[in-house]
């Protein structure tokens, strides 16, 4: 029976190349707010990996249909790309997800996995992004593939440098400064799940 391991990380520290962690910040003035900045993007794990950064308004829905779409079709990229790979099945425009995995496995056990098949390491990952208060949904997203027997899952959370504009209200075009923040994000990792070994992983 599938499992998918779900790993939690914490970093305090920020990356490396802000060269020092950051403080906690006196209160704002008041008659001010903070506006928050996009976060920089990271190059995705692997030259493979496909990013869907996610926030309070996505749909959850349409989140999961995303990722199993992408999974979807990682996974078929694969076993085309794979040119000596001759499952049909697996490279069939409408066979759901869990059909290609199955006929990969087959294809495995009957010793020509070294010779014919395509490993599921080579079928790419999606990676889910959050931050702030859209971390609760990407838990959830995670939660969701956990318990579908054909995927893997790792979450891992961090925390992130980001620098906000502080504005007095009313004056938008002239923000009094930025600050230097500490926020905390999730990214989570889904690909398929081999049914035989279990091999663990938007912005506001």
Known sequence: MATADIEMETHDQLPEKTGASVNKLPPIPKGSKVVKRRISERAPSTHSAHRIYINTKSPFRSVTARVRKQLDKNLRQ???ANSAFTNK??????ASLDERVRAIQRQQQGGSSSTSGIGLEDA???LVLATGRAIEKAVNVASFFQKQRDCVVQLRTTSVGAVDDVIVEGDEEFPMGDETRKRMK???KIRPQNLQICSGCGYN
Do not use: I, N, Q, T
Request: charge should be negative; glycine fraction near 14%.
């Open 78 to 80: 694969a076993s085309y």
């Open 186 to 188: 999730v990214d989570e």
């Open 89 to 94: 099945l697996a490279g069939r425009k409408h």
């Open 124 to 126: 790419g990952e999606v």
